[in-house]
């Protein structure tokens, strides 16, 4: 069964840092989808992206995030310079339609900003 | 704007106990989306169930039903004969179709421990 798969699993850096977390949608989706979940709290949404562009994306999202996809497969969120408060499971989804469809989820990486 | 509320923080039942995790949503729209998400202690989501607006027939699954009722803005998950292995953070989320945002508003979790 088709699986969307994120790396790294964990992922530790200093305050200020940059970091990159990679996911891979599911081939045939559309829709790729970044959310956040800070421990014990829920899932929030961050971005969506369509057609190699942001669609939509949430107050959390300012400019220290980013989100690409470089080539055919991988899908990219990059904070520029990170905070403590980014420690945080990440999570990225996808979707064959808009909306109307269901996301679904990769593992997680879970960020932790020392 | 769209709101999710999952009244129970926590809920802890013995094996094989029917347990029913409530999920109340707020939205204006008239045609949104409504799921459920498992996130067990290994940390993934796993989609459980979508319904739409528009079908308010109840489902079952195996163990799992879901009731969804429009009159009361309620979208209720049950488990019948729990197990061990159920014991999760469940999640409910809501997606506004007509308002265009693409992001899941999810719930703030129901935490299900199941004891042996």
């Known amino acids: 069964e088709p699986e969307v798969t994120q790396t790294p699993s964990h992922q530790v850096t200093q305050m200020g840092q940059e970091v990159i977390l990679r996911c891979v949608p599911i081939s045939n989706h559309l829709y790729f989808y970044w959310y956040r979940q800070i421990l014990g709290q829920k899932v929030e949404f961050l971005v969506s992206?369509?057609?190699?562009?942001?669609?939509?994306k949430s107050e959390i999202f300012d400019d220290q995030f980013s989100v690409e996809r470089p080539d055919g497969s991988n899908f990219t969120l990059k904070i520029r310079s990170t905070k403590l408060e980014d420690s945080a499971m990440y999570f990225c989804a996808s979707s064959e339609y808009r909306v109307v469809d269901t996301q679904y989820f990769g593992p997680g990486t879970r960020l932790t900003v020392l | 704007a769209q709101k999710v509320t999952q009244a129970q923080t926590e809920i802890s039942v013995v094996e094989k106990e029917d347990v029913t995790l409530d999920c109340v949503y707020e939205t204006r729209d008239t045609t949104y989306y409504l799921f459920w998400y498992k996130q067990p202690p290994s940390g993934e989501l796993v989609f459980l169930i979508r319904?739409?607006?528009?079908?308010?027939q109840n489902e079952i699954s195996g163990r799992y039903s879901w009731n969804f009722q429009k009159s009361t803005s309620s979208f209720n998950f049950t488990i019948t004969a729990s197990q061990v292995v159920d014991s999760a953070v469940y999640f409910c989320a809501l997606s506004e179709a007509g308002g265009g945002a693409d992001g899941l508003t999810f719930g703030k979790g129901t935490h299900l421990i199941i004891q042996p």
């Open positions: 992206f369509y057609n190699n562009e942001i669609s939509e």
């Open positions: 319904r739409n607006s528009f079908d308010e």
